[in-house]
T-cell receptor, first 113, second 112 residues
Framework: AQSVTQPDIHITVSEGASLELRCNYSYGATPYLFWYVQSPGQGLQLLLK??????LVQGIKGFEAEFKRSQSSFNLRKPSVHWSDAAEYFC???????????FGTGTRLKVLA | DGGITQSPKYLFRKEGQNVTLSCEQNLNHDAMYWYRQDPGQGLRLIYYSQIVNDFQKGDIAEGYSVSREKKESFPLTVTSAQKNPTAFYLC???????????FGSGTRLTVV
């Protein structure tokens, strides 16, 4: 069965430091890949998506992600974190034809001033 | 502005009662989804609908029911058969799965 793994439940970084959140998926073909962000008590907002082409994709709020087929990974990065980036981040995949996503369990980011 | 509206934001239910969560969108999206979110478990799919008058069960449909009589509306009923209904419920829609979901702001349901 298809699955999505976010190995880090919590991550703490200092403001201004770089950030990388990990996402691994289990699926034979290349799925459609997404990263979402959720502030407490709110819905999710789409940060970026990948389904073909350049393996480095740019998103909103200064985030980027790189698709690595050999590692079945789609890690989210940001060069310099701001205090407002503190939130929970979810990786999601859609395996073509299912019309639905599988979400990872999320990574909660804490930013130290 | 277009978007998805979920109401109410907070809902309290007594055991044994059915409750209905509202989800309305004005994005002209065909597909709509209901997810349940519990701490540490991510989002789990309850039901989804790709077109009016049609819907499919997701991974955790037991104890829930939906209807899709209008394109704009996809209400979720949490029935008394749902053993552990206390959770955060999220509605989403999309114009096509490759475009990503637009989410509502959620309804927090608490059984008292």
């Amino acid at each position: 069965a298809q699955s999505v793994t976010q190995p880090d439940i919590h991550i703490t970084v200092s403001e201004g430091a770089s950030l990388e959140l990990r996402c691994n998926y289990s699926y034979g073909a290349t799925p459609y890949l997404f990263w979402y962000v959720q502030s407490p008590g709110q819905g999710l907002q789409l940060l970026l998506k990948y389904f073909s082409g350049d393996t480095l994709v740019q998103g909103i709020k200064g985030f980027e992600a790189e698709f690595k087929r050999s590692q079945s990974s789609f890690n989210l990065r940001k060069p310099s974190v701001h205090w407002s980036d503190a939130a929970e981040y979810f990786c999601a995949v859609e395996t073509s034809g299912t019309y639905k996503y599988i979400f990872g369990t999320g990574t909660r980011l804490k930013v130290l001033a | 502005d277009g978007g998805i509206t979920q109401s109410p934001k907070y809902l309290f239910r007594k055991e044994g009662q059915n409750v209905t969560l509202s989800c309305e969108q004005n994005l002209n999206h065909d597909a709509m989804y209901w997810y349940r979110q519990d701490p540490g478990q991510g989002l789990r799919l309850i039901y989804y609908s790709q077109i009016v008058n049609d819907f499919q069960k997701g991974d955790i449909a037991e104890g829930y029911s939906v209807s899709r009589e209008k394109k704009e509306s996809f209400p979720l009923t949490v029935t008394s058969a749902q053993k552990n209904p206390t959770a955060f419920y999220l509605c989403a829609s999309t114009r096509g799965i490759r475009y990503g979901y637009t989410f509502g702001s959620g309804t927090r349901l608490t059984v008292v």
